[in-house]
């Protein structure tokens, strides 16, 4: 499994020495480090078991260790940080994060960019993130965890070379952080180096042989590859070693539903399910089989599987969920041809998120991503002005906050429409400026060139769709079931 929420950090350097000075933060073994301030010994102590156990991808077990932390010292502003990224609901991930933020001011320098850093993050301004963790890494350039951050923003926008870089210094480093293999092992898995990711996670096993993520992960590369058998023999070996790693179950739903194998893979979610610690796992089961259902073209099944996941949501109040939950719907009546309905879902997703404990600053690019969605149906109803104009609006608006993610969202949109225009030229241009690592695009590049008449190029971007074999969401699942009947036709 691949996590690539970031920690966090931002302060005052001279409120830093006397934090030190009266609290429990560095000794001289950690000297170069980033601090960790908390006035309570034990709450350290339970602070560091946590995070190791993160650093591991084992967020479930950490939560207690986080919890008996801040229990020690209430204003340990990391815990509540790095917490944050395991919590299973979205309220209880913006609660943490937003405790974080309000305490930053009493941290360390490095921490206050870490919180600072994670916190534009998620609020869509990596331009921000990138500055901070830069930052901090000029501030603690021998701290493994620093370059792991950094390198982990780059990863987020595909600066591909420069993660891997960034990861390869935090090993020089510390050759024991396992980490960093982890994540080096999946970025040169993207740019398709799959020898090199072997060996990193080969390594990343045998620094952590007893823990489950390194099998994981090397079963989702072995996914990416085709190799479904072997990628569930190495999911098995995971959960060998925790029964209860939710990454690894839906793992092997994944290559089975890549196997064709629906019911299989559905069996494995319903004992997900019925097995669930918490409700995150439930609402992971659940989403989980929406998806084998759109890969499979029953759309119907897939609404249903996450009208049960909304009301997990609602009944905990959980805004942030709902308004997810709300947008996978959206996504899957506009997949069936029913517009109208997709549009008031997309409206009612922003509407709950409106309600959620997030920023304002989040808040702002929800609405901001109801322009794409609306340009979407304009197109889809042959309004072609409106979808243009909307397509133009949010790339100024991406454009304005300088989100290369948005900016290659805003490339699909105004390619898809260039599709409908017949415009097949400009729309490819546009596709290649979009996301790469989305097969929808795959699929809408492979439209093009068949609308254009070069059949062979079409059936070879269909097949990428086909074989692009990552763990799968509900749009990847539409762009093969939309590339399957294609294949069929041709």
């Known amino acids: 499994m691949n996590k690539t929420r970031s920690a966090i950090i931002s302060a005052m350097f001279s409120l830093f020495i006397l934090l030190c000075l009266i609290g429990c933060s560095t000794t001289p073994k950690d000297a170069g480090k980033i601090p960790i301030t908390t006035s309570s010994d034990d709450a350290k102590q339970n602070f560091i078991t946590g995070r190791d156990l993160t650093e591991k991808l084992r967020g479930q077990e950490s939560l207690q260790y986080f919890d008996k932390a801040i229990a020690a010292d209430s204003n340990f502003a990391q815990a509540y940080l790095i917490r944050s990224a395991f919590q299973p609901t979205a309220k209880d991930f913006f609660d943490d994060l937003n405790k974080a933020v309000s305490l930053s001011a009493n941290v360390s320098q490095g921490e ?41 923003s780059y990863f987020g926008t595909f600066q591909d070379q420069k993660a891997i870089d960034g990861y390869k210094k935090a090993i020089e480093i510390n050759p024991d952080f396992s980490g960093s293999y982890n994540s080096l092992g999946y970025a040169y898995r993207r740019v398709g180096n799959y020898s090199e990711s072997e060996k990193a996670f080969q390594k990343y096993i045998e620094l952590i042989p007893n823990d ?8 989702e590369l072995l996914l990416k590859e085709g190799k479904y058998d072997a990628a569930i023999e190495n999911y098995q070996k995971a959960l060998s070693k925790d029964a209860g790693f939710t990454s690894s179950k839906v793992g092997i739903a994944a290559a089975q539903m890549y196997k ?15 097995s669930a610690r918490n409700d995150g796992e439930k609402r992971t089961a659940l989403f989980n089989m929406a998806v084998t259902y759109a890969d499979e073209g029953k759309p119907d099944m897939a609404l249903k599987e996450l009208d049960q996941e909304y009301a997990i949501a609602e009944k905990a109040n959980d ?29 009612k997703s922003v509407d709950a998120f409106d309600k959620s404990s997030s920023s304002q600053a989040l808040k702002d690019n929800v609405k901001l991503g109801l322009i794409y969605n609306e340009g979407q149906i304009a197109m889809k109803q042959n309004d072609l002005k409106t979808a243009s104009e909307k397509a133009e609006q949010f790339m100024s608006g991406v454009k304005a906050i300088n989100n290369a993610n ?8 105004m390619g898809t429409i260039a599709l409908e225009q017949k415009k097949y030229d400009d729309c490819l241009t546009h596709l290649n400026q979009a996301n790469q690592q989305n097969p929808y695009n795959f699929y ?11 059949k062979q190029k079409a059936k070879e971007y269909y097949d990428k769709v086909m074989n692009f074999n990552v763990l799968p969401n509900i749009n990847t699942a539409f762009a093969r079931s939309n590339a399957k009947k294609m294949l069929k036709e041709s």
Do not use: W
């Not at 990596?126 to 982990?152: F, H, I, T």
């Open 406 to 413: 948005q900016i290659m969202l805003a490339h699909e949109l």
């Open 444 to 454: 809408y590049t492979a439209r093009a060139y068949e609308l254009k008449g070069d």
């Open 212 to 219: 489950p993520n390194p099998y994981d992960s090397y079963a």
């Open 260 to 274: 064709g194998n629906y019911d299989e893979a559905r069996k494995e979610l319903q004992q997900l399910f019925d």
């Open 319 to 347: 805004y942030g969920n709902m308004s997810g939950d709300l947008n996978a719907m959206g996504v899957i009546l506009y997949e069936s041809g029913k517009y109208a309905e997709a549009l008031d879902k997309f409206r």
């Open 112 to 152: 206050q960019l870490m919180i600072s850093g994670f916190e534009a993050g998620i609020n869509a301004n990596p331009v921000k993130q990138q500055a901070d963790y830069e930052k901090l890494v000029s501030l603690y350039p021998k701290d493994e965890r620093a370059q792991n951050l950094l390198a982990n």
